[in-house]
C-alpha cells in the first residue's frame, strides 16, 4: 500500500512551458486534492474532485486545470507556466475526515 | 479572507517545555479542527483532530484544547522534544462531509536542547 504518490518529485520550467504533475493513490479514497504551499503562506487549495469525472475549483484555479477520469489518478495540468507559479505541490486524498498527503512536488519556474 | 487565522508564525520551546499553538476561526459552521504536522521535505500528515462537542482531546503528549464561544482551539504540545520540530498546521471544515479543509498558515516549532 504506496498511498498517495507523486512524480515527479522536482522539476525546473522555463516561462511559459506546461507540464504535468501526476497524483496517483492506492486507497480507493474518492476525495482528492491539489494543494500548493509557499512559505508562510500555509495550504491553498487548487482543485478538488469528489469522485471520477467530478470536479471543482478551489481557492487559486488560475493557470491549472485537471482531470479525474479514474479514482487512483488526479493529474495538474500546468499551461504556460509563470514565475508565480514556483511552489511545492501537495496531492491528497481522503474517505471520511483523515487527508493523506502524497511526498510534493517542488516545481522552480524560470 | 483568512478563515482560520494561525499563530505564532514561529516558536521556540526548550526540550521539555510546553507549545502552544493557536488558532481562530472565523465560520461557525466549521464542525471538524484537525492539525497536521509537516517535516521538511515531506507531505503533512493528521497529528490529531477535534470536533465542537468536546472541549479537549488528548493524544499523548498532544492535547486540543476547543473554545466554541470565542471560535478558538489550541494545540499544546507538553514535554516537548527535538523530533517534535516541525510545521504545524491548524485547519477547519464545515459539515461532516469531505468538503476541503481550509488551513491556518502554519507555525515552525523548533525545539532545542
Known amino acids: 500500500n504506496a498511498g498517495v504518490t507523486q512524480t515527479p518529485k522536482f522539476r525546473i520550467l522555463k516561462i511559459g512551458q506546461s507540464m504535468t504533475l501526476q497524483c496517483t493513490q492506492d486507497?480507493?479514497?474518492?476525495?482528492m486534492y491539489w494543494y500548493r504551499q509557499d512559505p508562510g503562506m500555509g495550504l491553498k487549495l487548487i482543485y478538488y474532485?469528489?469522485?471520477?469525472?467530478?470536479?471543482d475549483k478551489g481557492e487559486v484555479p488560475n493557470g491549472y486545470n485537471v482531470s479525474r477520469s479514474t479514482t487512483e489518478d488526479f493529474p495538474l495540468r500546468l499551461e504556460l507556466a509563470a514565475p508565480s507559479q514556483t511552489s511545492v505541490y501537495f496531492c491528497a486524498s481522503s474517505y471520511r475526515d483523515e487527508q493523506y498527503f502524497g511526498p510534493g512536488t517542488r516545481l522552480t519556474v524560470t | 479572507q483568512q478563515q482560520v487565522k494561525q499563530s505564532p508564525q514561529s516558536l521556540i520551546v526548550q526540550k521539555g517545555g510546553i507549545s502552544i499553538i493557536n488558532c481562530a476561526y472565523e465560520n461557525t459552521a466549521f464542525d471538524y479542527f484537525p492539525w497536521y504536522q509537516q517535516f521538511p521535505g515531506k507531505g503533512p500528515a493528521l497529528l490529531i483532530a477535534i470536533r465542537p462537542d468536546v472541549s479537549e482531546k488528548k493524544e499523548g503528549r498532544f492535547t486540543i484544547s476547543f473554545n466554541k464561544s470565542a471560535k478558538q482551539f489550541s494545540l499544546h504540545i507538553m514535554d516537548s522534544q527535538p523530533g517534535d520540530s516541525a510545521t504545524y498546521f491548524c485547519a477547519a471544515r464545515r459539515d461532516s462531509g469531505n468538503t476541503p479543509l481550509v488551513f491556518g498558515k502554519g507555525t515552525r516549532l523548533s525545539v532545542i536542547a
Open positions: 474532485s469528489v469522485g471520477a469525472g467530478i470536479t
Open positions: 486507497m480507493n479514497h474518492n476525495y
